[in-house]
């Protein structure tokens, strides 16, 4: 079964940096594209960044140059650098795995930016 459990979500100030990690279980991680999400209060869930089992590598245009999506998988884990964060940046962090025509999903990490 596919488990995927992000960490490293917190409370930080504007201008600072934190770096979530995803690890996964139960799937062939080096071939799979990874992703980041994030669901801002009433707002839809969103696209933050993405990288292929070849490296490749796609970012939303709110966070290009200052979000960095990477993967280990020696450690079947994706993480995502976040700095220069802004209070817009605020929202729930997922972490995707699209695998056989499903989405999966982890539980959420809240990041909270304050001004």
């Known amino acids: 079964q596919v488990q995927l459990v992000e960490s490293g979500g917190g409370l930080v100030q504007a201008g600072g940096s934190l770096r979530l990690s995803c690890a996964a279980s139960?799937?062939?991680?080096?071939?799979?594209?990874m992703g980041w999400y994030r669901q801002a209060p009433g707002k839809q869930r969103e696209l933050v960044a993405g990288i292929t089992s070849g490296g490749s590598t796609n970012y939303a245009d709110s966070v290009k140059g200052r979000f960095t999506i990477s993967r280990d998988n020696a450690k079947n884990t994706v993480y995502l650098q976040m700095n220069s964060l802004k209070p817009e940046d605020t929202a729930v962090y997922y972490c995707?795995?699209?695998?056989?025509?499903?989405?999966?999903w982890g539980q959420g990490t809240q990041v909270t930016v304050s001004s």
């Open positions: 139960g799937m062939n991680f080096r071939i799979n594209t």
């Open positions: 995707n795995a699209p695998r056989m025509g499903y989405d999966y």
